[in-house]
């Protein structure tokens, strides 16, 4: 059974930082690009961040860029999202996805998704 599982969410100041991870177990990701996307209260879910296999390609939705960075480690199977100077705009559930559309930023280009992870920002 294929499943991704999102850490690191939590409750946070405008400024601060964190960092999310997820995990995926059940099958080889080999050849997957790996993606985050979040869903803010109300609203629909929204691309944040992808990168390819290698690690040598990422993507960001613009609301995220220069503040956040994706990273992957291919041999444990991991995606990690740093977000610095969080926002209260960046309050959203956080999900992994994967899929095989290099810079897919739609949540059709991607097959598996976790459960997500809550990042909460106050003002």
């Known amino acids: 059974q294929v499943q991704l599982v999102e850490s690191g969410g939590g409750l946070v100041q405008a400024g601060e930082s964190l960092r999310l991870s997820c995990a995926a177990s059940?099958?080889?990701?080999?050849?997957?690009?790996m993606a985050w996307f979040r869903q803010p209260p109300g609203k629909e879910r929204e691309f944040v961040a992808t990168?390819?296999?290698?690690?040598?390609?990422?993507y960001y939705a613009d609301s995220v860029k220069g503040r956040f960075t994706i990273s992957r480690d291919s041999a444990q199977n991991a995606v990690r999202l740093q977000m610095n100077s969080l926002k209260p705009e960046d309050t959203a559930v956080y999900y992994c996805?994967?899929?095989?559309?290099?810079?897919?930023?739609?949540?059709?280009?991607?097959?598996?998704w976790g459960q997500g992870t809550q990042v909460t920002v106050s003002s």
């Open positions: 996805a994967a899929g095989l559309r290099l810079k897919g930023n739609t949540q059709a280009h991607y097959n598996y």
């Open positions: 059940g099958r080889t990701f080999t050849g997957y690009v």
């Open positions: 990168i390819s296999w290698s690690g040598g390609s990422t």
